[in-house]
């Protein structure tokens, strides 16, 4: 089944700077990939996704980028802002089922004013 | 907006107890989801179904059992909760493969 990896899991960034969260996955059949961010005490939820026949996609502060070739997708947030802290999750799904997302496990984002 | 229910914030069942953890979503949306959560380990499936009726494992489905008589609810069935199965339970609905989920507020789950 899909694995995906995720890292780091901490990431500490003082206000304006930007922060980068990397995944791999494993399953060259994954064609889709979600990103969730998860406020404390909060349900996750679905910031920004990219399809497999897109490199980059942008949401204004908010930017994913997937190479297919080496299986790996990234989210990058500029200009952070203390709302910005959360914990921010991964997702591929599996090519063998297009309809369950694996996970990673997690970063916890920490935005310091 | 879509609302996914989940129907208890938290729950703290005893060793044994069979216990039901309802779902509900209003939006005719066709998959639904368990995942549970726990720290370091991120969200793992347990089961998810894509019709009524239907069904499939996740990847930690040992120990749990889902039922889906109704598009909109979907219900996660602890047979014999174990402290082990203590947890942040999360459902899930999409509208159709490969679409993003919307999560529920989710059931922290206790067993003593």
């Known amino acids: 089944g899909e694995n995906v990896e995720q890292h780091p899991s901490t990431l500490s960034v003082q206000e304006g700077d930007s922060a980068v969260i990397k995944c791999t996955y494993s399953?060259?059949?994954?064609?889709?990939f979600p990103w969730y961010k998860q406020e404390l005490g909060k349900r996750p939820q679905l910031i920004i996704d990219i399809r497999s026949n897109v490199g980059e996609k942008k949401d204004q502060r908010i930017a994913v980028t997937l190479n297919k070739t080496a299986k790996h997708f990234s989210l990058h947030i500029t200009e952070t802002q203390p709302e910005d802290s959360a914990v921010y999750f991964c997702?591929?799904?599996?090519?063998?089922?297009?309809?369950?997302?694996?996970f990673g496990k997690g970063t916890l984002l920490t935005v310091n004013p | 907006d879509v609302k996914v229910t989940q129907s208890s914030r938290y729950l703290v069942k005893r060793t044994g107890e069979k216990v039901f953890l309802e779902c509900v979503q209003d939006m005719d949306h066709e998959n639904m989801f368990w995942y549970r959560q726990d720290p370091g380990l991120g969200l793992r499936l347990i089961y998810f179904?894509?019709?009524?009726?239907?069904?499939e494992k996740g990847d930690i489905p040992e120990g749990y059992s889902v039922s889906r008589e109704k598009k909109e609810r979907f219900s996660l069935i602890l047979e014999s909760a174990s402290t082990n199965q203590t947890s942040m339970y999360l459902c899930?609905?999409?509208?159709?493969?490969?679409?993003?989920?919307?999560f529920g507020s989710g059931t922290r789950l206790t067993v003593v």
């Open positions: 399953d060259s059949a994954s064609n889709y």
């Open positions: 997702a591929a799904n599996s090519g063998g089922s297009n309809y369950k997302l694996t």
């Open positions: 179904s894509y019709d009524v009726k239907m069904k």
């Open positions: 899930a609905s999409s509208l159709i493969a490969n679409y993003g989920y919307t």
